[in-house]
């Protein structure tokens, strides 16, 4: 199965977009193949699509009409409205940034969604496009963490595990033992650590979201703003 993704950053400046639509255009006429088109246009497709009632982009008609005449058709996104702010005290949001499908492509992968992920350093949301299919679980291996040097049982856990008793022929041998040892051991308490780690870090970015989510629908409060930069 073969289909062409183009991965879109749209002009900033009015007096280019012009040239970037064209341009977005000809690449859909051209492709033989389903489309997938993301990335962050720099044009609203609807005055919903900005917090503050300010009207559509100039070049909002001529965009949506690009996409009806190619047959696009946007993904849904979950997670919010929005995709930049200019993070003021009073933000500007817009949604600029989406994944449009041609109906060959939606046809293969009908479940597809888009996720969106709290803001960091950009001023704009991270997206996550899935077509909802099953990942497989690679096998675990071993790798050595640099940050396991700042935990204070580290240390005295290879001590330990160092000085246990290891019979064996040859020096060699017993260093070979030793440091299986060590593998066997920190493989599974790395893994458990990162784990600790990961679900620490998804639950700041869900808090994250979520406080980004209610400044879609006003003002946050002065201890969610301090929260939110703390968060950051």
């Known amino acids: 199965m073969k289909w062409s993704f183009l991965n879109v950053y749209g002009a900033a400046q009015e007096e280019n977009k012009d ?11 051209t492709c033989k193949d389903p489309i997938l088109v993301g990335g962050d246009f720099n044009i609203i497709r609807f005055a919903c699509e900005k917090n503050k009632n300010n009207g559509v982009h ?19 996104m979950t997670g919010g409205r929005f995709t930049l702010s200019n993070n003021q005290e009073f933000p500007t949001l817009e949604k ?3 994944d449009l499908v041609h109906k060959s492509w939606e046809s293969i992968f009908p479940t597809a969604l888009v996720y969106k992920l709290p803001r960091e350093l ?26 396991w040097l700042k935990d204070p049982n580290f240390l005295p856990t290879v001590q330990k595990l160092w000085n246990k008793p290891c019979f064996a022929k040859t020096p060699l041998d017993r260093v070979q033992a030793k440091l299986k040892r060590f593998k066997q051991h920190f493989k599974d308490w790395g ?26 629908d006003g003002l946050l409060s002065l201890e969610q703003i301090v929260r939110k930069s703390h968060l950051l």
Not at 19 to 29: H, P
Not at 127 to 136: A, D, E, K, M
């Open 122 to 147: 950009s001023d704009h949301n991270p997206l996550i496009l899935t077509t909802q299919s099953n990942v497989p679980i690679t096998k675990l291996s071993f790798k050595f963490e640099l940050t």
């Open 96 to 98: 600029l940034d989406r």
């Open 19 to 29: 040239e970037f639509l064209a341009e977005l255009a000809r690449f859909c006429d």
């Open 191 to 216: 893994f458990n650590r990162q784990g600790v780690l990961r679900k620490t870090k998804a639950d700041m970015h869900d808090e994250l979201l979520t406080l980004q989510t209610i400044e879609e």
């Open 58 to 76: 100039k070049h909002t008609d001529l965009f949506n009409s690009i996409i009806a005449s190619q047959e696009l058709v946007e993904i849904q």
